[in-house]
């Protein structure tokens, strides 16, 4: 294996000039919400996972605290729904880690429906679990990093925020809702130091495409992880993974109403 391959491996040491960065991953038991749990231990983090599966979190913690050889993960289960237990789950959190630098918030449900199919139910679960779980904890963390004047919190949006498409008007509606909040929530605390990056996947290979026929350009959840940490160590403002989907977007953005809406994706 050649020698940059194995230092991104190796576990990245705390030491007095570089202490342990502290995160929060809320949705840290699903694909990609794992995958980053591993590579922000190995970074260096001291992390709190909070998801509402137990068990996977458990199984989750116990992996990494044996691989890291010492305790640096911890399991909060929370269900993102319940806004109203955010700020008495913070500050268990902040007691236990002794602080913390980083929110990353990747929680998200879909569902397909027919094109011909409209289930409000669906919909409303959608925006609750992927916009307004997101909302309760960026607010909650929002101000305690303004006052800090420092910190990074990191949204997990997707894609399929950039424009409404006759696929899935529900889940579009809810990632472009978390993607406009984000940039309004950059747009407040740059100027106090904070760092808000915006994360757009394209099709990443995790339970949420089971069943999905044409998954082009799909990448494994482990690399997704890798540019996620390489988009929060850069400060980035908006990242696209894997990189191609920046330039399909584009395109696909400026595709004019009178056509997009005759197209069937
Ligand atoms: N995979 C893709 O192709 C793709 C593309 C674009 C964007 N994304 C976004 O990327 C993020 C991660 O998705 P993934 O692909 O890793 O999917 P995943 O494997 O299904 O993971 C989603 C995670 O969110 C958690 N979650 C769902 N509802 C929750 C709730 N009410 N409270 C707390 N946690 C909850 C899930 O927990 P449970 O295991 O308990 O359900 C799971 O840990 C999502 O926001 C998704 O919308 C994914």
């Excluded at 922000?40 to 909070?50: D, M, N």
């Excluded at 472009?176 to 290979?205: D, I, M, Q, S, W």
């Amino acid at each position: 294996m050649p020698d940059s391959n194995k230092n991104q491996n190796k576990p990245v040491p705390a030491t007095p000039l570089t202490p342990r960065q502290r995160g929060i991953i809320v949705g840290a038991s699903g694909g990609m919400g794992a995958a980053l749990s591993h590579k922000l231990a190995r970074e260096g983090f001291s992390l709190a996972l909070v998801d509402c599966n137990k068990k996977a979190l458990q199984l989750l913690c116990n992996e990494i605290n044996q691989s890291m050889g010492e305790k640096r993960v911890r399991l909060y289960e929370h269900d993102a729904t319940d806004y109203d237990s955010v700020p008495d789950t913070l500050r268990r959190i902040i007691a236990d880690l002794g602080g913390v630098d980083t929110l990353v918030y990747i929680a998200g449900v879909i569902h397909f429906p027919a094109l011909d199919e409209y289930y409000f139910s669906q919909d409303h679960k959608m925006v609750e679990v992927n916009l307004l779980g997101a909302m309760a904890w960026m607010s909650a963390i929002a101000p305690l990093f303004q006052s800090a004047k420092s910190g990074q919190i990191v949204g997990v949006s997707s894609v399929a925020g950039d424009r409404g498409r006759v696929g899935n008007p529900g889940y579009n509606a809810s990632k472009a809702g978390l993607t406009n909040y984000l940039e309004a929530l950059r747009n407040r605390l740059t100027r106090h130091g904070v760092n808000v990056l915006t994360v757009k996947p394209g099709f990443v290979k995790t339970d949420m495409l089971m069943g999905v026929e044409k998954t082009p350009f799909a990448i494994e959840p482990e690399r997704a992880a890798n540019l996620i940490w390489d988009g929060m160590k850069k400060r980035k403002q908006v990242i696209y993974i894997a990189g191609i989907w920046k330039l399909i977007m584009l395109v696909i953005r400026h595709i004019p109403s009178v056509i997009f809406r005759r197209l069937n994706f």
